[in-house]
């Protein structure tokens, strides 16, 4: 897949709330192959209150963007010839995806990106593993 520039436009790492806000209740109802997400971000500063330089939370945030599904569209990894073992990610998992992928919104003031089924680039049991220094709020 080609990389389109965007010029100004905002990345996803940088799509993130930092404050600790509850999922919503309710989410919207999705068509089709859309997969809702919701990022999560690197900390500021680590558990032991050292704060993390911009520069190294920069490197943290260029290495992979990560978010944790919320919801799955009624169509998603039902396409059995993309996806002939039906779903390899689901509700409450944390997966990967690029940089400029799927399309950012609020939905009750919580900040989410909405992607296709395939773009989805991979999906970790521990999003911790994909850098040793990757704190989730």
């Excluded at 039902?78 to 997966?95: A, L, Q, S, T, Y």
């Amino acid at each position: 897949m080609q990389q389109v520039q965007m010029g100004n436009a905002l990345k996803n790492d940088e799509w993130i709330d930092s404050a600790e806000i509850a999922d919503p209740i309710t989410l919207p109802h999705l068509p089709g192959f859309h997969v809702l997400v919701r990022p999560v971000s690197v900390k500021r500063k680590t558990k032991g209150g050292i704060f993390i330089p911009d520069s190294t939370r920069d490197d943290m945030a260029y290495l992979t963007t990560v978010g944790r599904v919320l919801k799955l569209g009624e169509l998603a990894y039902k396409d059995k010839e993309k996806f002939p073992n039906g779903n390899w990610c689901d509700v409450g998992d944390h997966i990967c995806y690029g940089k400029h992928a799927g399309t950012k919104l609020f939905y009750q003031n919580i900040r989410m990106i909405l992607l296709f089924d395939d773009q989805i680039i991979m999906k970790v049991d521990d999003p911790t593993d994909l850098d040793p220094s990757f704190h989730l709020t």
